[in-house]
């Protein structure tokens, strides 16, 4: 009986180890999946290309967006380029539905409030340097407000960024994702 327990062994670990090696590839297929779930519905990777949003990212940057989080004032987006078909940019929310948004003496001004923009503070040397110019709605898009389902977005880096002050509201539908994460490079990781 000894040897028949002897001779069972080899058998039952080779049985074994193709139990095991079915569970770690089916478990491995159920993550994979998961991950491309997650990647295709709740979360995007992106990278920045350009300068439009310096100082607060640079080229190269790689970010992780959520693409179910609800759009507050001062989030950072990437959306759908209206003027340049499958291309993507990344820009600042201004102005929320109904807003009123304007600029004078450098300063940005949303429903008359002045809005604070520490990320910007790189931009500020003083001596009378205006970083931006000075608008109204109005002046630029012909509206004294933000249209419902639409946002007001411009880039930190004001004097190049081509942003609703250049290509108007971008539409709620257009936006992909809010940035949450940037993971690359690790020296400047942030979570926003």
């Known amino acids: 009986m000894d040897e028949q327990v ?4 080899p058998e039952e670990k080779q049985e074994s180890f193709w139990k095991w090696l079915l569970e770690v590839i089916i478990l491995a297929a159920v993550i994979f999946t998961g991950v491309k779930l997650v990647f295709t519905y709740v979360l995007a990777k992106d990278v920045v290309s350009g300068p439009s ?3 607060t990212f640079y080229d190269g940057d790689r970010l992780i967006t959520s693409r179910i989080s609800k759009i507050k004032r001062g989030d950072v987006v990437v959306l759908e380029a209206p003027d340049e078909p499958g291309s993507l940019y990344i820009k600042r929310v201004i102005g929320l539905p109904g807003d009123t948004v304007s600029a004078k003496s450098g300063h940005v001004y949303v429903n008359g409030k002045q809005l604070s923009e520490p990320y910007l503070k790189e931009y500020d ?27 007001f977005v411009m880039g930190d880096n004001r004097p190049i960024s081509k942003d609703s002050r250049k290509i108007g509201f971008i539409k709620k539908s257009a936006i992909n994702g809010i940035v949450k994460l940037r993971y690359w490079p690790l020296s400047r990781l942030k979570i926003f």
Do not use: H, I, W
């Open 125 to 151: 040397p003083g001596n009378g340097f205006s970083f931006q110019e000075d608008f109204t709605l109005q002046q630029k898009l012909g509206r004294k407000t933000v249209p419902a389902d639409s946002y």
């Open 6 to 9: 002897k001779q069972q062994q």
């Open 53 to 55: 949003m310096q100082p």
